[in-house]
């Protein structure tokens, strides 16, 4: 892996959990990068006040700040697109970004979107990235998309205080997939030294077994040393349930839809993916949580802690 030809590569999203990741990753690489992002102080660095070399930071107030993301992406060969959060307004934002890159002259771009984006998706938020894929299909770039499954840490924050998964998910299972695995098939890539051979390609990513929420509660316990249990609720329980934390009717049916999903049997798909441009398997839910203890410490009882600790 390496460079392709010196270009420079936009990411968006920097300070979060997947484009933090992938700036390390290109840091390492050797990669000229820009790190888009609204607060310059979170953008990832080697410490100290040092920044990563290679990378520049551009800072913008979102997708829809036409002005801001334009400029962010000026000069930039590649952008690297992770979807916004959750809202009524996402598909705009996309969009928004989408032809700031095509104003900028941007040649290329990599989104985030995820497993069974389509108009018909159980899942409504996949149904924001089918819309997206659309306008980024007809926006006249280069372009790649990665479908990423839900990821391993989403699965952990679905336990409740009292220890208990609840949602309509029935038997149904999930591929889940780690934040590493998606940044480095994203860092595969980017830096690939063949890049066209990505064109107009989806990929799905997802971790190399699907679970149900049973099993998914199973390794919770042995790993926190407390009980955790699934217990399948009915749509109507579902919403129900979640009502009382005062998200919009848009979050709440993103949350109630992803557990749908999952009893549909649309999360449960097994790809090839990371082994195949990362050469290596991908890594399972039980490596992560034996990987990132500190990622899911909250589940755990007062006084456990791990072995040898």
């Known amino acids: 892996m390496g460079t ?21 990753r290109l840091a390492a690489e050797g990669a000229h990068q820009r790190l888009v992002l609204r607060d310059p102080s979170r953008a990832p660095g080697l410490g100290d006040g040092r920044p990563l070399p290679e ?25 690297f697109l992770v979807s916004a ?3 009524a307004d996402r598909v705009t934002e996309h969009v928004a970004a989408i032809d700031a890159a095509v104003d900028a002259g941007v040649e290329r771009l990599v989104y985030v979107s995820f ?8 899942f409504t938020f996949a149904r924001d990235h089918f819309h997206t894929e659309q306008h980024l299909r007809a926006s006249g770039l280069r372009w790649t ?23 309509p998910a029935g038997q149904g ?74 998200a ?14 999952i009893a549909a049997g649309r999360m449960a798909g097994v790809s090839s993916t990371v082994e195949r441009l990362v050469g290596r398997p991908a890594r399972s839910f039980e490596q992560w949580l034996d990987d990132y203890p500190a990622e899911w410490q909250e589940l755990r009882l007062p006084g456990v802690h791990d072995a040898g600790a």
Do not use: K
Request: proline share 3%; aromatic share 6%.
């Open 55 to 79: 990378c520049e930071i551009a800072v913008c107030d979102g997708y829809t700040d036409t002005a801001g993301m334009r400029t962010a992406f000026e000069g930039v060969d590649t952008v």
């Open 173 to 246: 299972r999930v591929a889940s997939v780690s934040h590493d695995d998606v940044a480095d098939v994203a860092t595969a890539v980017l830096l690939d030294e063949r890049p066209t051979r990505h064109d107009s390609v989806v990929y799905d990513v997802t971790g190399p077994q699907a679970l149900t929420l049973e099993e998914v509660a199973a390794l919770l316990s042995t790993a926190s040393g407390r009980p955790v249990t699934y217990h399948p609720e009915t749509v109507e329980e579902a919403y129900d349930s979640r009502r009382r934390l005062g």
């Open 4 to 24: 392709t030809g010196g270009d420079r590569i936009a990411v968006t999203g920097a300070s979060g959990q997947l484009g933090t990741r992938l700036a390390f």
């Open 145 to 167: 998309v990665l479908r990423d499954n839900l990821y391993h840490r989403a699965l952990a924050s679905f336990v409740g205080a009292d220890g208990v998964i609840r949602g």
């Open 248 to 261: 919009s009717a848009v979050e709440l049916a993103g949350w109630v839809s992803s557990y749908e999903a």
């Open 115 to 122: 497993v069974d984006a389509s108009p018909d998706a159980v």
């Open 85 to 87: 959060r959750e809202s």
